[in-house]
T-cell receptor
Framework: NAGVMQNPRHLVRRRGQEARLRCSPMKGHSHVYWYRQLPEEGLKFMVYLQKENIIDESGMPKERFSAEFPKEGPSILRIQQVVRGDSAAYFC?????????????FGPGTRLTVL | DAKTTQPPSMDCAEGRAANLPCNHSTISGNEYVYWYRQIHSQGPQYIIHGLKNNETNEMASLIITEDRKSSTLILPHATLRDTAVYYCISDNDYKLSFGAGTTVTVRA
C-alpha cells in the first residue's frame, strides 16, 4: 500500500511565477492536510480538505495561495506570484477519517525554492 | 502554539534504550498524545499515539502517567537511523501543532 505521494520533490521558481504542488493521499483516504515548514521552524497547518470541499483554510495566507482536492486526481496547492518568503518545505498528510479522530500520515514533501 | 514541552536535545548510545520525555500538563480528557519524528528533511513519520493506556508497537512504546500530564516515548534499541527530531503532540484537533521537538542524536 503506497504511502502519501507528493510531486515534485523539488521545485524552483523565479519571483512572480506560479507554483503547483501535488499530493496523492494514501489509498482509501479522503482527508488531506497541507502544512508548511519554513527553514529552522516546525510545521504549520495551512488547510484541510475533504473530497471537493475545503473544510478549514485558516492557516492559508489570504492572498496568492489556494488549494483544491477534486473528485478525481490529486490535491493541488497553488501559489501564485511567488515571493522569496514562500521558499519552504510543503508537506501533505492524509487520514482515513477526520484527523482529530484518526492518524495523519505525511508525504515526503515538496521543497520550493524561489529565486 | 504547541501545548507540549520537550527537552531541546538528547544523546543516546547505539543499542541502548532512548527515553524521550514530554510534558503536556494542560491536556484535556479527549486529547490524544501523538509522537512523530522527522529524519533530516523528510516528511514527519508517525510513531505511536495513546489516550490513557500505555501503548506499544513495532517502533516504540508510549508510557503515559496516570494523571496524563506527561508521557515518555521509549525506543527500545536505538540505532543510528533513529537520529531525528522527535515531536510530541497533544491534540484533539486535526491541526497538528508541531513545536521544536527533541533532537535525538544516536552515537555509535
Amino acid at each position: 500500500n503506497a504511502g502519501v505521494m507528493q510531486n515534485p520533490r523539488h521545485l524552483v521558481r523565479r519571483r512572480g511565477q506560479e507554483a503547483r504542488l501535488r499530493c496523492s493521499p494514501m489509498k482509501g483516504h479522503s482527508h488531506v492536510y497541507w502544512y508548511r515548514q519554513l527553514p529552522e521552524e516546525g510545521l504549520k497547518f495551512m488547510v484541510y480538505l475533504q473530497k471537493e470541499n475545503i473544510i478549514d483554510e485558516s492557516g492559508m495566507p489570504k492572498e496568492r495561495f489556494s488549494a483544491e482536492f477534486p473528485k478525481e486526481g490529486p490535491s493541488i496547492l497553488r501559489i501564485q506570484q511567488v515571493v522569496r518568503g514562500d521558499s519552504a518545505a510543503y508537506f501533505c498528510a492524509s487520514s482515513l477519517q477526520r484527523g482529530s479522530t484518526d492518524t495523519q500520515y505525511f508525504g515526503p514533501g515538496t521543497r520550493l525554492t524561489v529565486l | 502554539d504547541a501545548k507540549t514541552t520537550q527537552p531541546p536535545s538528547m544523546d543516546c548510545a547505539e543499542g541502548r534504550a532512548a527515553n524521550l520525555p514530554c510534558n503536556h500538563s494542560t491536556i484535556s480528557g479527549n486529547e490524544y498524545v501523538y509522537w512523530y519524528r522527522q529524519i533530516h528533511s523528510q516528511g514527519p513519520q508517525y510513531i505511536i499515539h495513546g489516550l490513557k493506556n500505555n501503548e506499544t508497537n513495532e517502533m516504540a512504546s508510549l508510557i503515559i502517567t496516570e494523571d496524563r500530564k506527561s508521557s515518555t516515548l521509549i525506543l527500545p534499541h536505538a540505532t543510528l537511523r533513529d537520529t531525528a527530531v522527535y515531536y510530541c503532540i497533544s491534540d484533539n484537533d486535526y491541526k497538528l501543532s508541531f513545536g521544536a521537538g527533541t533532537t535525538v542524536t544516536v552515537r555509535a
